[in-house]
C-alpha cells in the first residue's frame, strides 16, 4: 500500500484533519487525509457493479487537485523560437536563485534540448506567477510560459521537434508557471545523496551519466538495424516461450497448466535461427531476449538482448566481415549526436555521452572527446595465441606488456622457490613499465610508487591466485641500486639469461628502474578455459596502474577477433553442458561445426583436440560476442551429439531426441549457414563507458538475480502453485545442500 499512499500524500492537502482507523476501504483514504467526507459502509469481497460507485468517494478537493494537475497547454513547436515571441516549455523546475524579494532565476530541464533559463521579477502589483515560482518544489514537473529574451547561439542540433537547432541555451522572461505534479520534500535530493536501487525511477532521473546512457542505447541499436536493413538481412521475431534443450547453460522453466508441461525461456534463438535458414531465408536477424540462469556478475544479466544473425551459403569468414561492417558505422552514428564526457575521478565509468544540444560540460569533467573511428579489418588471432601471449581468450590489447614463456632460461633453485607440489611445470613472466611521463619525477618517487602497487596487488589477489596449488605470484623490482638490479633471487645464470635478449626473452634484456618482473607457475597441459593464472595478474597490474597513475587511462577501441577454439572442453562443476557420459561438453554449443577436415578425423580419434570454426569478437579485454559456422548435415549433427557427447538417444524426453525438430529440418536439405550473436547490453556499455550492463539497463537485475524496485523474484502462493500442478517439497536440489552449508 506504499504507492498509493506516497500518490495521495503528494496530490492531497495536508491540512485536512486526519481520522481515527476503521476496518472499511474508505477509512484508509481518509487516513491519507485526502477525503472530507465519506459514507462509511463495509468493503466490499469484489468490486462493484458501475451503477452502484458512489463517484463522491474520491472527494470535491481531489478532483480539483485532477483537474488542476492535468489540464495544461501544449508546448511550442521549434518554429515559434524567436526573441519577442511567447512560447510553453516544458520540464522539470531543477534548480532556483532567489536574488531577493523582487528578483529570481530558475531553471528548466528539458529532454534533448538546450538550457532553459527563467527571470521572474515582481511586479504589476504583486506577479501571481512570481509568487507561485518561490513556493514551488524543486524537481516538480511544469509548463512554463514566458517571452524570449535571448536565444544563446551554439554548435549542436537539438534531437526535439520542441527545439530549434544551433541554440545552446534559451533566457525567458515569466509570464506563468504551472506545476503538473508536486515533488515532496520528503524525498532529499543532494549531491552527495546515495539514491538507493530500490529507487531506480529516481536514479534514472538524477543520475546525468546514467539517464544518457540509456538515452544513447536505443540509438545505437537504431544504427545497427538500419545498416542491416541496407544489408539485406530480414528481421523476424522467434518465440520467447520454447522448450527445454540442453544447450549449455541452465533454463529457466515456465509451468502450464497442462500436468508434467512447462515451457523453458529460450537461452538464445540458436535452434530457431537455423530452421529459418532451412526455411529459406538467406540473412535473418533479430534483437533477441535471452535468458540464462547463471551466476550473476557485473557483465550479466539473468536476462539480457543480443543481436543475433545468420547468413545461408556463408562462411565464417563471411560472417565476420559483415560484423566487422556493422560495427565500424557506430562511432559516426554516436558523434552525430552525443560527445564523450571524460571524468577526471573516473566515478560512474571513466567517461559517458552527453548530448550535442547539451550545455557544456560541469567543472568534475574534462573536455569533450569524440569516438575514434574503428579500422577494419580487426585483428584475428587464434585461442592459443591469445592464451599464451596474454593468458586470455579476451584480451585486451591496451595493456603494453605481453606474457613471455621463460623456463628455460630461470635456474631450477628459482623455480623451486615459486612452484607447488607440481612437476614439470611451465613458468611464464611479463614486464610491467610504469609511465611516468616527462621523466622529471624523482626515483625515490617512482620506486615507492611501484612498491605501493605491487603491495597493493598482492594484498588484494583473488583467491584463486591466492591459494593457487601451483604456486603464488613472485613480482620483483627493478632497482639499480641493489645486485643484479634487485633480481639476485634469479642467480647469476637466471640473472644472465633473462638479460641475453634471445628470442622471445626481448622484453627483459633492457630492464630500468622501475620495471616489476613478475613471475607466475602453471601445469604443463593444453590451454582449457578462459584464462590462466598469469593473464590474471596482467589485468590486475593493469587496473592498478591505471587507477594509481602509473600508466595513462585509453580511450580506444581495440578490437579483435579470437578463433579456433577447441571445439569440446573437459565438464566442470559449474556448466550443466549437454548432458553427455563422454566427460566433456561442447566449448559453445553442440550445432558448431568441426573446423577442417583433420578436426573431423579427429572426432573418432581424440576430440579434445579437434579445433571448432568459432570466432569471438573482443574489445578491450571484453566478449562483445561469438558465432560459429553451423554443422548443416543431419547425420553429422546426430553423430555428435550421440556418439561424440554421448547423450542420451531413443528415450523422448531426454538427450538427442530433445533436437529432433532441428534435425529434421537439417535433414530438409538445409543450406551450409553461420551466423553471430553480438552482446547488446555489452556493447552498449562498452560504448558508453561504463563495466556494467547494469548502467545502460533501465531495470537490472542485481547481483542476486532481483529486481529491488518492484521486489521480484516474489513469493508463489500454495492456490497459484495448485494451478500448475506443482507444491513445495523439503528435497534439497542438487548442490544445494553444499552450498547452505558454505
Not at 604456486?471 to 639469461?497: H, I, R, T, W
Amino acid at each position: 500500500m506504499a504507492q498509493p499512499r506516497m500518490l495521495l500524500r503528494r496530490l492531497c492537502s495536508p491540512r485536512l484533519p486526519s481520522r481515527r482507523p476503521c476496518r472499511s476501504l474508505q477509512s484508509f483514504y481518509l487516513q491519507q487525509r485526502c477525503l472530507p467526507r465519506i459514507s462509511q459502509r463495509p468493503m466490499s469481497t469484489g468490486n462493484p457493479p458501475a451503477a452502484e460507485i458512489d463517484h463522491g468517494l474520491l472527494g470535491k478537493q481531489l478532483r480539483e487537485e485532477w483537474a488542476k494537475y492535468s489540464q495544461f497547454p501544449t508546448a511550442s513547436k521549434a518554429s515559434e523560437f524567436a526573441e519577442g515571441n511567447k512560447v510553453t516549455i516544458h520540464g522539470f523546475l531543477s534548480n532556483r536563485r532567489v536574488m531577493g524579494s523582487q528578483m529570481m532565476f530558475a531553471d528548466i530541464e528539458v529532454d534533448s534540448g538546450p538550457a532553459i533559463q527563467v527571470e521572474s521579477t515582481y511586479k504589476k502589483n504583486g506577479s501571481p506567477a512570481h509568487k507561485a515560482l518561490r513556493a514551488m518544489n524543486l524537481y516538480s514537473p511544469v509548463s512554463v510560459t514566458g517571452t524570449i529574451v535571448k536565444l544563446h547561439p551554439g554548435d549542436g542540433p537539438s534531437f526535439s521537434e520542441s527545439f530549434p537547432d544551433g541554440i545552446s541555451r534559451i533566457d525567458l522572461d515569466l509570464d506563468s508557471i504551472q506545476p503538473l505534479n508536486i515533488f515532496p520534500k520528503d524525498i532529499i535530493i543532494s549531491k552527495d545523496a546515495e539514491i538507493p536501487k530500490s529507487k531506480r525511477h529516481l536514479d534514472i532521473r538524477f543520475t546525468d551519466e546514467l539517464r544518457t546512457r540509456l538515452l544513447a542505447r536505443p540509438h545505437v541499436g537504431a544504427q545497427l538495424r538500419q545498416t542491416l536493413v541496407r544489408l539485406g538481412f530480414t528481421e523476424v521475431e522467434t518465440p520467447i516461450l520454447f522448450k527445454s534443450t540442453p544447450e549449455g547453460a541452465r533454463e529457466f522453466l515456465v509451468p502450464t497448466r497442462k500436468r508434467g508441461k512447462a515451457y523453458a525461456l529460450p537461452q538464445s534463438p540458436q535452434q530457431y535461427k537455423q530452421i529459418l535458414m532451412a526455411s529459406g531465408v538467406r540473412r535473418y536477424f533479430q534483437f533477441a531476449r535471452c535468458f540464462r540462469d547463471e551466476d550473476l556478475r557485473a557483465d550479466r544479466q539473468p536476462e539480457f538482448t543480443q543481436l543475433d544473425l545468420e547468413m545461408a551459403f556463408a562462411t565464417g569468414e563471411d560472417v565476420m566481415r559483415t560484423v566487422e561492417a556493422l560495427v565500424s558505422e557506430l562511432p559516426a552514428a554516436l558523434n552525430s549526436r552525443f560527445v564523450m564526457a571524460k571524468h577526471k575521478n573516473g566515478i560512474n565509468g571513466h567517461f559517458h555521452p552527453v548530448s550535442r544540444s547539451s550545455p557544456k560540460p560541469s567543472k568534475d569533467e574534462e573536455p569533450q572527446l569524440s569516438w575514434p573511428e574503428f579500422s577494419t579489418p580487426f585483428t584475428r588471432i587464434t585461442y592459443e595465441e591469445a592464451m599464451s601471449r596474454y593468458g586470455s581468450d579476451k584480451p585486451d590489447l591496451r595493456i603494453p606488456f605481453d606474457i613471455r614463456r621463460v623456463d628455460r632460461a630461470l635456474p631450477r633453485h628459482f623455480i623451486a622457490k615459486i612452484v607447488g607440489d607440481v612437476k614439470d611445470p611451465i613458468i611464464e613472466a611479463f614486464r610491467f613499465r610504469p609511465d611516468f611521463g616527462s621523466g622529471t619525477i624523482p626515483r625515490s618517487q617512482v620506486m615507492d610508487s611501484v612498491r605501493g602497487l605491487i603491495a597493493g596487488v598482492m594484498k588484494t589477489l583473488p583467491e584463486a591466485l591466492a591459494k593457487n596449488p601451483v604456486g603464488q605470484p613472485a613480482p620483483l623490482l627493478v632497482n639499480s641500486e641493489q645486485p643484479m638490479k634487485g633480481l639476485s633471487s634469479l642467480g647469476f645464470d637466471g640473472y644472465v639469461n633473462l638479460m641475453s635478449g634471445e628470442p622471445g626473452l626481448e622484453d627483459f634484456a633492457d630492464v630500468q628502474d622501475g620495471d616489476v618482473l613478475v613471475f607466475q607457475a602453471r601445469e604443463n597441459r593444453p590451454f582449457s578455459g578462459g584464462s590462466t593464472p598469469i593473464g590474471l595478474l596482467r589485468t590486475l597490474f593493469y587496473q592498478a596502474a591505471l587507477e594509481q597513475g602509473l600508466l595513462p587511462r585509453s580511450f580506444d577501441f581495440k578490437f579483435l577477433w579470437v578463433r579456433d577454439f577447441p571445439l569440446f572442453t573437459p565438464n566442470n562443476r559449474d556448466d550443466p553442458g549437454q548432458g553427455g557420459k563422454s566427460g566433456f561438453s561442447a566449448t559453445h554449443h553442440p550445432f558448431t561445426a568441426p573446423l577442417t577436415d583433420a578436426d573431423v578425423e579427429l572426432l573418432a580419434t581424440d576430440p579434445l583436440k579437434a579445433r571448432a570454426d568459432h570466432y569471438d569478437l573482443v574489445v578491450n579485454g571484453i566478449e562483445l560476442g561469438g558465432g560459429s559456422r553451423r554443422i548443416h548435415l543431419a547425420a553429422m549433427q546426430e553423430y555428435i551429439m550421440r556418439d561424440i557427447l554421448k547423450m542420451p538417444h531413443g528415450l523422448p524426453l531426454k538427450g538427442v531426441e530433445q533436437f529432433r525438430h532441428l534435425l529434421e529440418a537439417l535433414r530438409a536439405g538445409c543450406p551450409p549457414h553461420a551466423g553471430f550473436a553480438l552482446g547488446f547490453d555489452r556493447l552498449c556499455a562498452v560504448l558508453t563507458g561504463t563495466d556494467s550492463v547494469r548502467d545502460v539497463i533501465a531495470f537490472p537485475k542485481n547481483m542476486k538475480g532481483a529486481d529491488v524496485l518492484v521486489k521480484s523474484p516474489s513469493a508463489v502462493s500454495p492456490e497459484q502453485l495448485e494451478v500448475y500442478h506443482l507444491r513445495y517439497t523439503a528435497i534439497p536440489l542438487p548442490g544445494q545442500q553444499e552450498q547452505e552449508e558454505s
